[in-house]
C-alpha cells in the first residue's frame, strides 16, 4: 500500500522542471535575504554623516556606501570621484560671481580672486575660508602656492555644483625706497574688487588716491604700450566702420581713427586717465614721482 504522502497531487512521481524551479526560488530567497542584510548594515546616520561630509544628495550618498560595501572612506573616494567628472562638465559655464582676497605684511602684497557661478557659493563659510587660506599662502610663498590648494578648489566645486575658479593670483613685494598702497571693496562680507598700486617718489596719500581711482576707474593698462595689441586692433576696427558709417570719405577715414583712438587709449590707460575724473591725468598729478605697476581683479574681470 502506497503511503499517501508519498504520492503526487495527480498519483505520479514529482516533476523534475517543478522540483528545480523551487530550488531556484530557494535560491532567489536566500540572495534577497543577503542583499537586506548588506543594506540593514547602512544605517540613516551613516548617509547622514557622508551628507555631511561630502555635500552629497541622499541617494548619491546611499549609493555611495552600498558600492563601497558601507566603507565610510570609500564612499568619499567615490563620490569625489563622480562629483569631479561632473564638474568637468560644467567649465564652460559662466562664472561671473566669486569674491577676491588682499592681504598684505612687511612690504608685499598679494590679490587672490576666485570665481564662482553664483553669490551663493561665494558668500559661504566654505568658499571665503578656501580663498583666506590661498591668499595667506600667497602672501607668505609667491603666486605658485595657489596650486597648494587645489584640491580645496575641487572639493568647492563638488559641493557647490559650480563652474568654480581660479582668476588673478598675483603677489607684489615694493623696490626699494617704493611703496605700495592698496584697496578692497567688499559687498555683503565678501571683497568684489581687490588693486595693488606701488609708487616712486609718489606721498603715501596721494598713492591711495590712485588705488582708490583704479578701483572704480578699471584702466586696462598702466600706459598704451600695456595695452592688449589684439583689444587695440578690435577697438581700430570697430571705429573705423563707424566712421565709415557715419559717411566720411574714404581718404579721411585712417586720420580720423587715429583722433579717435588716441582719445580711447586716454581713457583706457591709467597714467592718462583724469584722477577720480577730474581734467588733470594721473600721470601729472603725482608731482614727479612715477606709479611703477598696478594690480587689479574684480567680479566679471
Known sequence: ??????????????????????????????????????????????????RDATGAGMMDAKKALTEANGDADEARKILREKGLAKAATRTDRDNAEGAVALAEADGAAAIVHLKSETDFAAKSEEFIAVLDAMVADVLANGAEAAANHQAAIEELQIT????IELGLVVRVEAGEGNLLDTYLHKQDGRGVNGVIVEGSGVEAGKLHEVALHVA??????????????????????TLADLTRAEGKPEEMIDKIVEGKLSRWFAEQV?????????KTSVGDSLDGGTIVSFNQAFLGS
Open 270 to 278: 591709467l597714467l592718462e586717465q583724469g584722477l577720480n575724473g577730474d
Open 216 to 237: 572704480f576707474a578699471k584702466p586696462l593698462g598702466l600706459s598704451r604700450e600695456e595695452i592688449d595689441p589684439e583689444i587695440a586692433a578690435s577697438e581700430r576696427e
Open 1 to 50: 500500500m502506497v503511503d499517501p504522502e508519498d504520492e503526487s497531487p495527480d498519483g505520479d512521481e514529482p516533476d523534475e522542471e517543478e522540483t528545480e524551479t523551487d530550488a531556484d526560488a530557494s535560491d532567489d530567497d536566500t540572495n534577497t535575504d543577503e542583499r537586506t542584510n548588506d543594506m540593514a548594515d547602512i544605517t540613516v546616520q551613516d548617509i547622514k554623516a557622508l
Open 160 to 163: 557647490k555644483k559650480e563652474n
